[in-house]
């Protein structure tokens, strides 16, 4: 990460969320289940309100891994707004101040996102020339000519799709290219009302063996996981905006200490994992600019490094500089 880097973000929105629901629930359930016109976790719409609920996508968690590159200058959502299903991410939208484009479907129901945001980012390059990197998320081949032209023009280019949904050739476009699953603070949760060893559709329309096998593998994984790193998982979820899904967490660790852990996880480091407590300062302050840890009672950011010697590491080299790590 270069301290002098600006990085700009875009997102169709409408590739993310039907991939992201087709992925938990099977190919083609998105228009099987016409979800386009429920809202998720309302209860009034029964089963597929649940399910989106289920595959909800936290904005918080893809912004926050492009600010690990740089200053997020600018982020655009591209999607038909007056749809339900999309409607219903209003809070996470203002809530990190996301610039959205409204596109009416003209067809059907595509709607020319991709050639919208292609236009859009052309234009931000040449208009914005301290543009250093741009982060394209969505999987369409479509956006392959656009990671060649930022590239041409001298960008990083950096990617984020959701698994299956994604062309493996944006992906050799790309300079990075991350799946949404992997981003930290992103887990795939039971539905509320389940436990873990429960299947949340047991009454669903059937689903493809392999999606099903998938589904409860990543399960399981989520319940090791959660069994075995509680303060992690519910820690990532306090550190983004609380959406309307079920990933709002009841834990009790303080905002900085979660604040803390979310830097350490985005952010980038050595390769023993130690990181500069200066870079990790830095990207706590683009997480939330309101961090300051004098208001914290700490006199110095090293003061309030150490006070969390419960999640971190500390090492100074010859020079006084701190490294941290995280446990």
């Given amino acids: 990460m270069n301290e002098n880097a600006r990085v700009a973000v875009y997102i169709d929105f409408d590739n993310v969320v039907i991939s992201r629901y087709d992925d938990?629930?099977?190919?083609?359930?998105?228009?099987?289940?016409?979800?386009?016109?429920?809202?998720?976790?309302?209860?009034?719409?029964?089963e597929v309100s649940a399910r989106l609920a289920d595959a909800n996508v936290d904005l918080g968690a893809i912004i926050d891994y492009a600010s690990s590159y740089g200053t997020v200058a600018l982020v655009r959502a591209y999607a038909d707004?007056?749809?339900?299903?999309?409607?219903?991410?209003k809070h996470q939208l203002i809530d990190r101040a996301v610039d959205l484009v409204q596109l009416f479907a003209t067809s059907g129901t595509k709607n020319g996102a991709d050639i919208r945001l292609s236009i859009d980012a052309v234009d931000?390059?040449?208009q914005h020339a301290d543009l250093t990197h741009v982060v394209i998320v969505g999987g369409d081949s479509d956006y392959i000519p656009?990671?060649?032209?930022c590239k041409r023009m001298g960008r990083f280019v950096a990617g984020i799709g959701v698994t299956g949904s994604t062309s493996r050739a944006l992906v050799a476009a790309c300079d990075a290219f991350s799946s949404y699953g992997d981003l930290p603070g992103v887990e795939d949760r039971p539905l509320p009302g389940t436990t873990a060893e429960?299947?949340?559709?047991?009454?669903?329309?059937a689903v493809d063996p392999p999606v099903k096998a998938r589904k409860a593998a990543s399960r399981k994984a989520a319940t090791k996981k959660a069994t075995t790193r509680a303060p992690d998982a519910?820690?990532?979820?306090?550190?983004t905006t609380p959406t309307f899904s079920s990933a709002a967490?009841?834990?009790?660790?303080?905002?900085?200490?979660?604040?803390?852990?979310?830097?350490?996880?985005?952010?980038?480091?050595?390769?023993d994992g130690w990181q500069y407590s200066s870079s990790v300062k830095s990207q706590m302050q683009r997480l939330d600019s309101t961090f300051k840890e004098k208001s914290l009672g700490h006199s110095s950011f090293r003061d309030f490094v150490e006070a969390h010697e419960s999640l971190v590491d500390t090492k100074v080299l010859d020079n006084g500089q701190l490294l941290v790590r995280l446990r």
Avoid: C, I, K
């Fill in 249 to 271: 967490t009841t834990s009790s660790e303080p905002a900085a200490t979660a604040l803390l852990r979310r830097a350490m996880q985005v952010g980038s480091g050595r390769d």
């Fill in 81 to 89: 707004w007056s749809v339900a299903a999309n409607a219903a991410y």
């Fill in 234 to 239: 519910t820690a990532v979820a306090t550190a």
């Fill in 198 to 205: 429960e299947s949340p559709a047991e009454d669903a329309p």
């Fill in 24 to 46: 938990l629930h099977g190919a083609g359930h998105w228009r099987r289940d016409d979800a386009r016109r429920h809202s998720p976790g309302d209860g009034s719409e029964g």
């Fill in 124 to 126: 931000d390059l040449f």
């Fill in 146 to 149: 656009l990671a060649q032209r």
